[in-house]
């Protein structure tokens, strides 16, 4: 017995392209032509348990990342060298001891999000 294969609306595909632009899960439902009332349920079934939808999000952010060339390994590299960096190397010596604590609050704050 074969699998039945999930249809992509034309609706699926306009939530997907709108959905890419900036995540907002219940703004690209309400402009793909989902009820404006249920647009949040409607982003939540479509993101994580519509497959062809999950699977076309998947794909375009993979796209997206290769013409970036970016790999999640380097963007991982490069944030912990900014979070960890030497303050007084990028300031000089004379930095005050204030501007050297909060320096590090801030990229600590910054790293967990």
Known sequence: MMARKC????KQKRFVTEY???YNGSRAAVEAGYSPKYAKESAYHLIHKSLPVKEAI?????????RAGVE????????????FADI?????????SWMLKIGR???L?????
């Open 20 to 22: 890419l632009k900036d």
């Open 7 to 10: 249809k992509f609306t034309v």
């Open 72 to 83: 999640a390994e380097k963007v991982l590299t490069r944030m912990a060298r900014i979070c």
């Open 109 to 113: 704050r910054q790293w967990q999000g």
């Open 58 to 66: 998947e794909r375009e952010e993979e796209e997206r990342l290769h």
């Open 88 to 96: 007084q190397k990028l300031y000089g010596p004379n930095i005050p």
């Open 105 to 107: 609050m801030t990229l």
